[in-house]
């Protein structure tokens, strides 16, 4: 089964960039659709992107054209480049499988300042 671990957060002022990873081990990452989500502070968890197994790509609305996600098979590692980032972009990010096989992880902060 696999398990996964984000890292990458951090604090980055308003515009800036970020990229998030997520290390898969115990199965190759690239046998699986695969999404980041986040959550912020007081809201539920939301959608932000998803890469599935043969490489297509979609992203909820408001990251759209500022975030991309992405995936390298030899690292068996998924990313999640963030740039133009806002204050509304601040909270805990996780990556999963799609379906989610697993629980949560612990996640990775990023905190946006204005």
């Known amino acids: 089964q696999v398990q996964l671990v984000e890292s990458g957060g951090g604090l980055v002022q308003s515009g800036g960039s970020l990229r998030l990873s997520c290390a898969a081990s115990g199965s190759i990452l690239s046998n699986y659709d695969m999404g980041w989500y986040r959550q912020a502070p007081g809201k539920r968890r939301e959608f932000v992107a998803r890469?599935?197994?043969?490489?297509?790509?979609h992203y909820t609305e408001s990251v759209r054209g500022r975030f991309t996600i992405s995936r390298d098979n030899a690292r068996n590692t998924m990313y999640l480049q963030m740039n133009s980032l806002r204050p509304e972009d601040t909270g805990v990010y996780y990556c999963a499988t799609i379906p989610q096989l697993n629980p949560w992880g612990q996640g990775t902060q990023v905190t946006v300042s204005s």
């Open positions: 890469l599935s197994s043969s490489g297509y790509t």
